[in-house]
């Protein structure tokens, strides 16, 4: 019986939601990018008043929304309506949901509940669905190849191929789904690929071998 590497267990991380809420300058700087790029307002004014056409309709009062699944999804991103609240500055809505990251719902399911100002609401679900629905999207694509590879006791790892400045969202949305994370930038775990070797000129056998063993010395100095 052959035992598992033993490093294997270095590869079985996945991102938890607290990483992502302590990750402070990240966010900072995304979201105030959001409430520029939807509202053409600066982080510090309150948000909701930059909807024109809530302002054209003269919309008062308060109300509700309710989050469904238009089709069977893996759930991905239930704790951002408050940091998004906080952020656009919306401090009179609230967000209900019996939802859980990582979840399975079908179509017609109820995800969660909006209640609050109706111009806040309506300034804020855009930005909202926007990333729900791409980590959903994520979360549910990563589980569809985990379906495949957990039977093979394969682990499923991620990739740095992500949308720029989203990578730790996304590759929550990946851990959501049952994948792994692998590493998040070039800072954290070598990864030597083709480009590598084609910048070093490795074209034979021989000066593959002994560019992976100068590669290997060189780790064990850095990490000693």
């Keep these: 019986m052959t035992s598992s590497p033993a490093r294997l267990k270095d590869f079985r991380q996945k991102i938890s939601w607290r990483e992502i809420e302590q990750s402070e300058c ?6 105030a990018g959001c409430v520029e790029e939807d509202l053409d307002m600066p982080i510090t004014s309150q948000a909701w008043k930059g909807d024109l056409t809530s302002s054209l309709c003269s919309l008062k009062g308060n109300g509700t929304a309710e989050l469904v699944a238009r089709e069977p999804l893996v759930l991905c991103g ?16 609230e967000f209900s949901t019996n939802g859980k990251d ?13 209640r609050g100002s109706i111009p806040q609401l309506l300034a804020i679900e855009r930005t909202l669905l926007n ?14 190849f985990v379906k495949v590879t957990k ?17 730790i969202l996304e590759k929550y949305a990946t851990a959501c789904g049952g994948s792994f994370n692998h590493r998040m930038g070039l ?4 990864l030597i690929k083709d480009n590598h070797l084609a910048a070093a000129g490795i074209k034979d056998l021989n000066s593959l071998v002994n560019f992976l063993l100068a590669a290997r010395e060189q780790a064990k100095e850095k990490i000693d």
């Design 26 to 31: 990240f966010w900072k700087r995304l979201l």
């Design 78 to 93: 239930v704790q951002l309506p408050k940091i998004l609240f906080d952020t656009f500055s919306c401090y009179d809505l």
């Design 102 to 114: 990582g979840e399975s719902y079908l179509t017609g399911n109820s995800l969660g509940t909006l």
């Design 131 to 144: 990333f729900m629905q791409r980590l959903s999207g994520i979360a549910t694509y990563a589980a569809e």
């Design 151 to 167: 039977p093979e006791k394969v682990g499923l790892l991620d990739t740095r191929k992500t949308t720029p400045g989203l990578r």
């Design 187 to 190: 800072f954290d775990r070598a």
